[in-house]
């Protein structure tokens, strides 16, 4: 194989997969604790950026650990609130109250369709 055919196919497959990642189902837990103000500018921040990124294509399961310690226990969680990132894979974990739009959105994979969505309504 040439190095340039190499580059097509690597570029090819650079497309598919960000293509992938534009169509994916996201699958999204956050760990609260009660009513809280974090608790509740978590829950607030997270949504917000999943209607902005993920319209339809996502679930969000709150979980209240002072209503199910077992749950909390299972998953290891040793601060809240905190978000898992199931699926798509690989499984990542944010702490806080979500309020570093950048940094949750790179977590996510959804750095660059996010620009390219800002990018889109500016034109």
Known sequence: ???????TGEFAAIGAAA?????AHYVLRL?????????TRAILNIRKICEEHLEGR?????VDISEHPALAIGEQIIAAPT???ELPLPLRRFIG??????RILLGLGL????AQVSSARNS
């Open 58 to 62: 996502y679930e969000l399961e709150v």
């Open 111 to 114: 750095r660059k369709a996010a």
């Open 83 to 85: 978000l898992i990132k």
């Open 31 to 39: 760990y609260i604790t009660g009513t809280t103000s974090q608790s």
């Open 19 to 23: 293509a992938t990642r534009a169509n």
């Open 97 to 102: 109250d979500m309020s570093l739009t950048e």
């Open 1 to 7: 194989m040439t190095e340039n055919a190499s580059s």
